[in-house]
């Protein structure tokens, strides 16, 4: 099954950010395509500040990066609002070595299209 993760939230609200990037792992290892759109506060995650340090509640909560690297590493992709990234000045230098894309909401349309189930953090 093709998955889309649609996220919204940041920093500001650790536990959202941390099931939106478990739940995108945890498809990919059960055998899923999964594509994340990362957009308004959440793509300040992409921060290595936030990477390490963004901490959800509970038992399976780990720092986004551990998580992050698990959905790169397994195939998933994961797609940067543009227009959130130039509202929150995300520059290229904090986006550098890091495979991810950056997307028109014209992409957040296509990605909905093309997959068959869209799970939203927002």
Request: hydrophobic share 40%; proline share 2%.
């Amino acid at each position: 099954m093709k998955l889309l993760i649609h996220l919204t939230h940041g920093p500001e609200a650790p536990t959202q950010a941390d099931r939106a990037f478990l739940i995108a792992k945890t498809a990919i290892k059960d055998g899923h395509e999964v594509s994340m759109f990362l957009a308004g506060s959440s793509v300040q995650l992409i921060k290595d500040e936030y990477l390490d340090s963004v901490l959800g509640v509970g038992v399976t909560a780990t720092e986004i990066r551990n998580s992050f690297n698990e959905i790169i590493e397994g195939g998933g992709r994961i797609v940067l609002s543009q227009v959130s990234c130039g509202a929150r000045g995300i520059t290229d230098k904090e986006l550098e070595g890091k495979k991810v894309e950056l997307g028109s909401p014209s992409v957040l349309v296509q990605l909905t299209a093309d997959n068959d189930k869209v799970i939203t953090y927002g």
